[in-house]
């Protein structure tokens, strides 16, 4: 999974800005409803991709200690060129189930759109409830299920898992906080979003 995914985002990096607007809804409004926390907390974006969330982070929490995570080095690479102001923003080149069990615990985790490209959903909630302090939080926006065999085949082969267990695998290792389902293309997919906590 992992080398696949990167063969993915070798050819994707080029052009994700300027097209997963159109399928990968919800990502602004992951971060309205994120809840305070404590000053100079430690955030992960896990799968952080191209940056889009990375500034915003550091705007609302400046003297938070902020790191984005990503298995593609091309993504990274588009991500750096926009952080090149914020200091309190690292880049780590590693997979999820390399990176977070040797890592100290975080105030608040972030996951736009990388849960289900992870290839063990289950495996790495239970990881990241490791990597969250007591009360830390975990905040998810994310493909959800689909009611088309189709879409859901297409969507595998782009490395995205439509099952629909992620969000009852959330809600069965976080305490909920905030959940919410939408759909897009008149049900041809849902997106969903969840705040828990530890």
Not at 57 to 84: C, H, Q, V, W, Y
Not at 143 to 158: G, L
Request: glycine share 6%.
């Amino acid at each position: 999974m992992f080398d696949s995914v990167n063969s993915y985002y070798k050819i994707h990096h080029h052009i994700y800005d300027a097209t997963r607007w159109g399928i990968l809804f919800g990502r602004d409004n992951i971060l309205q409803k994120l809840p305070d926390i404590p000053s100079k907390s430690r955030i992960l974006d896990l799968g952080c991709g191209t940056g889009k969330h990375l500034r915003l982070l550091s705007s609302r929490f400046p003297n938070s200690s902020i790191t984005g995570l990503d298995s593609s080095k091309e993504m990274l690479e588009k991500a750096s060129g926009k952080i090149s102001q914020q200091n309190n923003i690292t880049l780590i080149h590693a997979a999820w189930k390399d990176y977070l069990p040797a890592q100290e615990h975080f105030d608040l985790i972030l996951c736009s759109y990388s849960l289900t490209m992870t290839g063990n959903i289950e495996q790495c909630l239970h990881c990241c409830h490791q990597s969250l302090r007591p009360n830390g939080i975990i905040a998810v926006v994310d493909f959800d299920s689909t009611p088309s065999s189709f879409f859901k085949k297409w969507m595998a082969v782009n490395h995205v898992d439509l099952s629909g267990k992620l969000f009852p695998h959330l809600n069965h290792v976080f305490r909920v906080k905030f959940e919410a389902s939408k759909s897009a293309y008149s049900g041809m997919w849902n997106y969903s979003f969840f705040i828990g906590t530890k």
